[in-house]
């Protein structure tokens, strides 16, 4: 059964870079999507966006500007990286498999923006 | 981006209860629907994909339907684990988006 684990800084300061990294096991990254969607404590989710196996990505065009994706398939992980964060990124961010509907989700890592 | 506009936002029920919860999208999205629950302090959990399909292992008091822009998500009879935030997600057009939430309490 495949299962995913969230991991990274669980503080960051304003204005610096938020990486998180995803290891999946009991399944290999090939040949599915892969997904980040967050949730500020107390509201609603938010796609981030999704990378294919081969690289390939999409995101949401309000963090576009701030936000990468990779894969690295030798390692069976992918991960996330949120540049000049703030305040409105602090949240629960969940690594997910598929493009999609998510079918398999990591159990979140909170994230938090403050000095 | 397709708002994806969830009623009601919260909903108190008694176990068995018939429960219903709609969902709409600001533009067609053919079947490319999405229901998840989420409990407390948990990840989502998909139910149902494509608006109608039961994902595999969920039980099968859990339905969905519709097509478009009007979609329901409907639980036959409550069982308190059902207590949860249930939410819609439309993966026709990118960005995909959330409905806001249904919080769903025991009566």
């Known amino acids: 059964q495949v299962q995913l684990q969230e991991s990274g800084p669980g503080l960051v300061k304003p204005s610096e870079t938020l990486s998180l990294t995803c290891t999946v096991s009991?399944?290999?990254?090939?040949?599915?999507?892969w997904s980040w969607i967050r949730q500020p404590p107390g509201r609603g989710l938010e796609w981030i966006g999704f990378i294919y196996f081969t690289g390939s990505s999409s995101y949401n065009p309000s963090l576009r500007s701030r936000v990468t994706i990779s894969v690295d398939t030798s390692k069976n992980q992918f991960s996330l990286r949120l540049t000049s964060v703030t305040a409105a990124d602090t949240a629960v961010y969940y690594c997910a498999r598929g493009g999609g509907a998510a079918r398999h989700w990591g159990q979140g890592t909170l994230v938090t923006v403050s000095s | 981006d397709i708002q994806m506009t969830q009623s009601p936002s919260s909903l108190s029920a008694s176990v068995g209860d018939r429960v219903t919860i709609t969902c709409q999208a600001s533009q067609d999205i053919n079947n490319y629907l999405n229901w998840y629950q989420q409990k407390p302090g948990k990840a989502p959990k998909l139910l149902i994909y494509?608006?109608?399909n039961l994902e595999t292992g969920v039980p099968s008091r859990f339905s969905g339907s519709g097509s478009g822009t009007d979609f329901t998500f409907t639980i036959s009879s409550l069982q308190p684990e059902d207590i949860a935030t249930y939410y819609c997600?439309?993966?026709?057009?990118?960005?995909?988006?959330f409905g806001q939430g249904t919080k769903l309490e025991i009566k």
């Open positions: 997600q439309q993966s026709h057009n990118l960005p995909y988006t």
């Open positions: 009991g399944g290999a990254i090939t040949p599915h999507y």
């Open positions: 494509d608006a109608s």
